[in-house]
């Protein structure tokens, strides 16, 4: 499984960004699809994930209600639509893929980053006040 992210820029506070995630190769075993960030000086952290219909999605705190992740699987592609960004924002962002057949419900399995076999390249966001 290969994965390619793009959509990252430079926009103003309040702004909104859209991060695509392609994915090719075995696109097709893949169960679960996210986003991860990572700020200079930090740790990588979860941002969002979604289960493989698309309809079952996870989100990190600090992102519900501005943050949304969906899924096309015709089109082996996951997006983030980020809506009233803010500085703190700022990060790379990679979009990671499991290929493990998981039914279960529990958000640490999902936010854990050792979860996913599969990563894209970080596309930069940077928001300024």
């Known amino acids: 499984v290969q994965l390619q992210a793009s959509g990252g820029g430079l926009v103003q506070a309040g702004g909104s960004l859209r991060l695509s995630c392609a994915a090719s190769?075995?696109?097709?075993?893949?169960?679960?699809m996210a986003w991860f960030r990572q700020a200079p000086g930090k740790e990588r952290e979860f941002v969002a994930a979604?289960?493989?219909?698309?309809?079952?999605?996870y989100y990190a705190d600090f992102v519900k209600g501005r943050f949304t992740i969906s899924r096309d699987n015709a089109q082996n592609t996951a997006a983030l639509q980020m809506n009233s960004l803010k500085p703190e924002d700022t990060a790379a962002y990679y979009c990671?893929?499991?290929?493990?057949?998981?039914?279960?419900?529990?958000?640490?399995?999902?936010?854990?980053?050792?979860?996913?076999?599969?990563w894209g390249q970080g596309t930069q966001v940077t928001v300024s006040s």
């Open positions: 990671a893929a499991d290929i493990t057949y998981y039914t279960g419900s529990v958000y640490s399995y999902y936010s854990d980053s050792s979860t996913y076999e599969y």
């Open positions: 190769g075995r696109a097709f075993s893949i169960s679960t």
């Open positions: 979604t289960r493989w219909s698309g309809v079952i999605t």
